[in-house]
């Protein structure tokens, strides 16, 4: 069936229509459930309908991908790295279409939309080249005429459940490594943005028990006394306002060195406040709607919250520049930097939309000591040109988070590394390094 | 004070008095608990007491630790490898007599006993040169001028909770590596282990938050019809009864071919009557007490269920040989051999001592099948000369445990190895292969 | 260019015509050296003529190359894999007429030679995820507040010296990995098939000093007396004619158990009279002809000298099949069996063509000892299916190939490994494992 | 027999007289060659006479020797690891005496000679933990229900000449691990460091093909703008002058930035005069003698040509400071600096003594080029506080040496990392990471 807006009949390119089945189960598309609707940040209005998978459905699948899971992971690894590999080549096929349907149902920018696609093809062909390299160990063993291996095994079938601010690239690096390591892939998307996940369906065609969490962050970046100041002012920007403050390595916190404090937050005040805010399909625009209505409520919320803590505990708390909704059909809302005391409760706690806190430091120790504070280990930055002080920010005494950039945004993540924080963010890795032994069992003989 | 028994002297060379402070708080000894008897379990006679630590005392120690590793995660790994030698070196001076005491207050025999404590030492001289390896990695990046860091940094403090059964190796196995790693250790003994504690203690001289659990096994032996039976009957022997049944890799279920099932099932009927059981400390011993009067208890409630089924449920159950405990002051019980189907509940569960259930398979499928059809997933063992049944054992439709043992007993695990298991087992793997990693943070730059 | 033959119709389609420039020079075809012609080793006819280059081009090549190469090292090493993937997709487009070409020129197989192509895809594919795998490692040191890093950088340029035989996938092996390890590569093909190695720079499209090895091998099979004898003897006739006795893994000798000995050498007579030798690109061909003229020759020389060995040594030496050439425009040769003594001094000698030297062996350590006992060690295979034997064929006390088969034939090699050999053989490895890092030069600091 | 000198006497309690035998062959001292004597560089005394070994001594221990090796290498690597350990303990309990004969006899001073057992000793308990990590490689294959497998196995003898500057830490860093991957080893010392050969024979025991090459090094330290200069002064002495410039790691080239080039130089002449030199076995001596007469007539010759250089070339030659022999019996000369152009032929020379040649630079890329100009490529160092610096230095168009420093001296190697340089030194590497597979051999499965 036909869409109601033209601006949607692309996605008839890509095989969908305005009324779609949300569920591929063995082999076919098939839902039982609700009808849900999809709906665009940008003006709330309707996209195309989706008709969720019941419990049947779902144990249906679950039957038939049991199965199938016996037949691949038979397969020998190098050959379901070449099925992988085509995988990545359909999407290649498709790359705009579907970077145009994750911005428009997700609200990010056009570049990160296609950015994300092309993250699963680049994740695609890195599993390629995995694929023949998932090596067990042979190792010495004290007894006579005896040697130890070391084998890893597929679980059999892996699970992944992705969020709506990377409906795509999240799937990727999950899916294709338990793929190529001989794992079928079930695959629950996020309510809201339900036809990427018919998309890459259509694509992966395949619906696929251990725990790996990738959970919140609350990231900050570190400025020292010596730092290049111009770079650290893009970098902040970029990490703060990025996919309009929704990804979960988005920098939430800034310790600016005091000798660099003000002449660092006039900059950034200036340059929040030329930041373009808009249609994420059109040229120019940095910033996005919020993802949905509710999103842009709990900015509401949180920005109240952080007016009354300024006011009664007289922590400092001051909104510098942003701090209200756009008044429109969408879910926009001004870009936020706010001045505001370490203590303050809402420090702790990860609001999910571009709100910056800006504290002062002293010492290299003192925004140690800060950024570790927060239940969150996933990413942390620190801009400085002194070897000694990153060399202590890598190091035990340094930050506890699972990324530990310098001189780059907190959101600097590549394919090849291995993904993911400590402590309350869960202590997975996905991607790169050895993060495919996590969609493996080891057998030690 | 002295000892009662003349044959407790030696103790006093380890610095064992008849009265023992059962805490090593900040640098001393220390405890203001209560007071605990440890007894040994082949008279249930008192050995000597131990003060308990207060959770007073417990607190101290955690915050003195928590000094202690902003100290030790500072000092070089390499010198902290020398350290680690030298406390190797202090267990080698007195190996004998920790190893007389680990079979005096366990009730293991004495070579297990001189065993365990030997372990700990080989350990020792591992993790030396672990020290110099616990390698990141460099990663080439996709941005100009650039490239990703994976540094290992220590996560602070390593509590230890050890069990009854492997006193001594288990903590070698986890602190050596935990202390190399930059961590301190906090450790926790069994309570009807505590001078083995002491012991110890008094040569790391140190008290020392990531969990890595290895729980319990089920573990099976297969034996196909073209084992060679003599090896497998001798090996099957040592997997079952040593150390009286209370190995978490201690053999419980055995699965015997069709065609060879008879020949073997008599052979281990003959050798299970004549292995000598008694006190652990005498020479020809093979098999010696359960470690405490509960065990003993437990044994007995075990049999009496294996019997019921039996009877009521015709699942064939029958006891060959054993089934009995023996009249003495001590927790002595035969080794016993029960036929049984694998339909009964009792397989699947864990009883702590020497009962091994012997089913029949028709074809390696069965085997495999029935070995993963248990909750845990630790160590399993197959006795056969065919090259594709080995592969097959090993790979992704075989032994879903952790230890995928051939032509060698469930219970051969060795430090070079990762040891660990599966499923219900946790998951988590110890001493060799890249298990350090666990005593780790990853910080990725 | 038109081509006189209308079977060479198929080369304009990969841009070859019957006059051709031998050298890709700085961007452009270039020669200016003599002309030389490249013949069908079915018919000895002329295909097409290639001018080769000069000192003078070949010196112009090398500076260009040496200023590429300034460039191409500051290329993120996942770029340059990018590029290496686009690299194996339009060897993709062109795999039939490349693989045709190959058969063409060559002389062996169609099937050889689109598997050859084939080869060089993989390793294309391959190298995408090892662009982003060139691991260094950070060590932990023994001086405080520092680490050691380990960091790998390009050599520059690469040289690449092809045989005739694979004139296509060790060029692939060599050259997907020096470019991803970011190295430019020079590449000079064999003078016998110029016409494979034009198409190829086409596609290469770039000219890019340390020393890799591959060089000749003496391959050897041993058969067990408890061996799968079918496998065994269609493993033999694969590695033994296969590509026409011209792969460096070609099994040259065979050891037989005594106990089998008349069984198998009774079989391989027997298939190596039915073996179809005729055009490589016609159907159901198995063996095609030798490369060259002189080839054909070498093999009667060789022949003769077999003969008279026998004669005059009393050495055992006896042909029984084969020993001829068949007469006809190409230079095809019967496939050949001579029983011979080990002590014959041609066996230790390579003859580069479907000669197998059958022998008799008592046991494993006779038939280890024989296998090592001449000077190259690329490859060996055993058949047997007892694991202890198979546990001395590949440990210390085994055999001294740098492979070391089990129940495959010698020719086995899949580009995951690492291929190459020990002794006369050079001692380099290529394709996968750790190969890449002799493209690289290791930084310590 | 007793020593003439009463200083001598402390060599008895490690198992020499002034008389010995310079061979162990097959388990005995023997020696039936020529007599040489050893001397004190310091005053050119005799200290002791050697027998040497005869070729017929050489090839009784090579073939006992190859008889050793079958045995050596059955033995399971975690056992020869538990050799080593025990070979590094009976080093441990003689280190005094080991260190103060390597001073006596080569000339280093007293904590130079201690270190350099130490040393041995650090790598034998490297090894315990290697011996159980000589890991190989299980790696996917594309066949179905394959698996390639990739073990390492022993060479079988390894031969190892040592130099006389490191007379004792190259045998170890060599020798430990050649044991622990199985090799008999084959030592041939230095002829002028006899004594310090039989030492060590005593305690390995044992006299144990292929070539790992550490040659000459010519390396140079970079010093930029930026640079710590007090830190930078403080290593260039200990580079140049340590061990008498006789360390294949000496620092023989000096690069200093034009804006700082008069401010280190006039630093570095005034420490290098205040340089104590003398009796290497005194307190507080830093410069010991060069190891012969002829080292020190090659040191005046050396001079010579530097003057004239300067005199006829015009190059800026310029001796600053030192330039001359200290008259006295012993061999000692004084550390010398000199101004020189980087156009001069004897810069590209090593010179094995305490000379320093000193230019000035205008960039890092013009000191990366001076660095990279030399045949060598052993060491080099850079001192600098700018990371970006830093980054270009260890990178692709960075120093072309083995080890690339950061902010320490040339000579700063530790067993963990690989130590060895590229180009004409040979391209080989000892000790750490991955170099103990030079030693073994590579079988593929």
Known sequence: MGFQKKE????????????????????????SGPIISTVNPSNNQKIAEVKEVSIEDYEEG??????????????????????????GDAFRAKLDHL????????????????GEVQEVIDMCDYCVGLSRQLNGSIIPSERPNHMMFEVWNPLGIVGVITAFNFPCAVLGWNACIALVCGNCVVWKGAPTTPLVGLM???????????????????????????????????SILFAAVGTAG????????????????????????????QVKVGDPLENG???????????????????SV???????????????????????????????????????????????????????????????????????????????????????????????CGIVNVNIPTNGAEIGGAFGGEKATGGGREAGSDSWKQYMRRSTW
Chains 1, 2, 3, 4 share one sequence.
């Open 8 to 31: 949607h009949e692309f996605l008839k390119e890509i095989g969908l229509g305005s009324e779609n089945l949300g569920g591929h189960v063995n082999g076919e598309w098939k839902a």
């Open 306 to 400: 952080i007016k009354s803590e300024a006011c009664i505990l007289c922590f400092g708390g001051k909104i510098l520049t942003g701090g209200s909704v756009i008044e429109s059909d969408g879910n926009f809302v001004h870009p936020t930097i706010v001045e505001i005391s370490p203590s303050a409760s809402v420090v702790k706690e990860e609001l999910f939309a571009p709100v910056l806190y800006v504290m002062k430091i002293q010492s290299l120790e003192e925004a140690i000591n800060l950024n570790n504070s927060v239940p969150q280990g996933l990413s942390s930055s620190i801009f400085t040109r002194r070897p000694e002080a990153i060399f202590k920010w890598i190091g035990p005494h340094g930050s506890d």
């Open 99 to 114: 970077g145009r349907l994750v911005s428009l149902e997700m609200g990010k920018i056009l570049p990160e939309g296609i």
């Open 285 to 303: 625009t940095l910033v996005g709607p919020l993802h949905t209505r509710a999103s842009r409520e709990n900015f509401e919320k949180g920005i």
């Open 62 to 87: 679950l039957r038939a991908c049991s199965e199938a899971a016996k037949t691949w992971m038979s397969v020998p690894a190098p050959k379901r790295g070449e099925i992988v590999r085509q995988i």
């Open 246 to 273: 929704q990804r979960c390595t988005t920098c939430r916190r800034l310790f600016l060195h005091e000798s660099i404090y003000q002449n660092v937050l006039d900059q950034l005040v200036g340059v929040f406040k």
């Open 200 to 234: 890459v369906q259509q694509t992966v065609n395949k619906r696929f028990g251990k725990c790996l969490l990738e959970l919140s962050g609350n990231n900050a970046i570190v400025v020292m006394d010596d730092a290049d100041i111009s770079l650290a002012v893009r």
